[in-house]
């Protein structure tokens, strides 16, 4: 055997465990990597099937309130505003229905009915009751707030042709048409009030 051969045992050993070893730790590096990504990626969706449950929940608590007094309106064709102020307080709006202002009842009446409307929500305990346009519309109909709850925070809304304006209208004629809730992007209810 030459100091050649015998050199090139010597060396070929350390490098061949060298690239042997590099090779296998780059294997588990990988594996490792693939490994954590995985539970990662589950993760990822099992935190985000869980907030849109949150979501889905979220918006589909204020339906049931609406339900409700929906249902209440089918009993009793006629609801005074003091009813519907005592049904609104009954639900514990401020942690039975988180984020919501308020919950409304929009009647859908004829502009020639207006003065009849105005007489009759100002004998019903809202004596300066006025309806309102957000603009001008050529529509011969109108989706009047005449109920809203809590008043306090509502106030303004009272009396508002929620119809007069383009966005809102079409909102309320999908859901009439559907049976469904809407949504519509972010509104001010009454830009002035």
């Known amino acids: ?14 490098v061949l465990i060298a690239v042997v070893g590099t090779a296998l730790s780059a294997g588990l590096a ?10 990662a990626d589950g993760e990822f969706d099992r935190l985000t099937a869980q907030v849109m449950q949150e979501i889905e929940l979220r918006f589909a608590q204020p339906l049931y309130g609406l339900r409700g007094a929906r249902g209440t309106y089918a009993a009793r064709r006629e609801i005074r505003r003091g009813e519907f102020g005592a049904y609104v307080a009954s639900l514990g709006m401020a942690s039975e229905f988180q984020g919501v202002r ?3 009842f929009i ?68 859901s009439i048409s559907t049976g469904e809730a809407v949504l519509t992007p972010p509104l001010v209810l009454d830009p002035d009030g």
């Open 102 to 104: 308020g919950f409304g």
């Open 30 to 39: 990988w594996r490792a990597q693939v490994g954590a990504r995985a539970q």
């Open 1 to 14: 055997m030459s100091w050649r051969s015998l050199a090139f045992k010597t060396v070929s050993l350390p």
């Open 107 to 174: 009647q859908h009446t004829q502009k020639t009915d207006d003065s009849d409307v105005v007489a009759a929500e100002r004998t019903d305990e809202a004596p300066g009751f006025a309806i309102r346009e957000l603009g001008p519309t050529a529509h011969e109909d109108r989706y009047v707030v005449i109920h809203i709850e809590p008043l306090a925070r509502n106030a303004p809304e009272v009396g508002l042709d929620v119809g007069s304006e383009g966005i809102r209208r079409q909102a309320i004629e999908r």
